[in-house]
C-alpha cells in the first residue's frame, strides 16, 4: 500500500486539507500533518529560532505549530519513523499558486520540501473567490496523485496543480506566468502613536502570453506546471561567464 503524506498551509482544519485527504484515500495511507493554523505566503521557510510541538489529532492526522515544510519534516522524522512516503501531495490552498506567487507559496513549499528528500510532490490550489466547493480541485488532485504514483516523476521536479472556480472546461500543460507587482505599505498608528504596517496587494501586471498558468486558470482550465528546484537561469550562463571574465580582469589589472 503507498504512503501519501499531506500537508498544506492554511492549517490541519482546513476544508480543503479534508477535501483532498477524502480524494487521495483510495490510492493508499494519507497521512495528515498540517499547520496548526494558517501559515499562508511563508514559502519554503524551516522553523529555527523555537522548538516545534507536534500533536496527534487521530489517528493518522496530526498538526505542528510551525510552517508546510517543518510538517514536512517533523511528520517524516516522526509519524512515519524515518520512512519515507511514496508522495508529498500540498493542498488544497484557498487561493490560486500561479506565476511568480509559487515563490511564496507555502503551499509550494511544502511540496517542495518532498521534492528536496528524494519523494514525488504535488501541489494543488483553487483559485480565490465568495465561495469554495473543493469538489473538483479535489477530483484534479486525486487523479494527477494517481498518475505520480503509478508512473513516477523526474528527479527534484512538482507539479503545481491549479484549479479554477466552478466547473473546469479542460486541462491544460502550462508553464509559470511573469508578472511585475509593486507590493503596498500601509502606515497606520496603535492606541499610544507608535507606527506599524500592513502590506496590501498593489499593482500588478502579468506579461501576456497565452500558454501560462495564469491564462489557463483565468479561461477555466485545470492548470498542471511541472517545476523543480533548481533557480539557475541556464540561459544566462554564457553572459554571466563573461561578465565573471571581465570582472577578474579588472580585479587583477
Not at 61 to 71: E, Q, W
Not at 95 to 116: F, K
Request: net charge negative.
Amino acid at each position: 500500500m503507498s504512503t501519501i503524506l499531506l500537508t498544506n498551509d492554511d492549517g490541519v482544519e482546513s476544508e480543503g486539507l479534508h477535501a483532498l485527504a477524502e480524494a487521495l484515500r483510495p490510492l493508499g495511507r494519507v497521512v495528515v500533518c498540517a499547520p496548526v493554523g494558517e501559515a499562508s505566503a511563508i514559502g519554503h521557510a524551516l522553523t529555527l529560532a523555537r522548538p516545534l510541538r507536534l500533536r496527534t489529532i487521530s489517528p493518522d492526522i496530526h498538526a505542528v505549530d510551525g510552517t508546510p515544510a517543518d510538517c514536512v519534516n517533523i511528520a517524516i522524522s516522526q509519524v512515519l519513523e524515518g520512512r519515507l512516503p511514496d508522495m508529498v501531495v500540498s493542498g488544497i490552498n484557498k487561493g490560486w499558486n500561479v506565476g511568480d506567487d509559487v515563490t511564496y507559496s507555502g503551499t509550494i513549499g511544502g511540496a517542495l520540501e518532498g521534492v528536496l528528500m528524494g519523494v514525488p510532490a504535488v501541489a494543488v490550489s483553487m483559485q480565490r473567490g465568495p465561495v469554495y466547493d473543493f469538489t473538483h480541485a479535489a477530483a484534479a488532485g486525486g487523479a494527477v496523485a494517481r498518475e505520480v504514483l503509478e508512473q513516477g516523476l523526474p528527479s527534484r521536479v512538482l507539479l503545481n496543480v491549479n484549479v479554477p472556480q466552478g466547473v473546469p472546461n479542460g486541462w491544460a500543460t502550462t508553464i509559470q506566468a511573469a508578472r511585475t507587482h509593486t507590493t503596498n505599505v500601509l502606515r497606520r498608528e496603535d492606541p499610544w502613536g507608535r507606527p506599524y504596517f500592513w502590506l496590501d496587494e498593489g499593482r500588478v501586471e502579468w506579461a501576456p502570453r497565452a500558454d501560462t498558468d495564469y491564462e489557463a486558470v483565468k479561461a477555466g482550465r485545470i492548470s498542471v506546471t511541472p517545476l523543480h528546484a533548481d533557480l539557475t537561469a541556464h540561459a544566462a550562463m554564457a553572459g554571466t561567464a563573461a561578465m565573471v571574465e571581465r570582472a577578474r580582469t579588472r580585479q587583477r589589472g
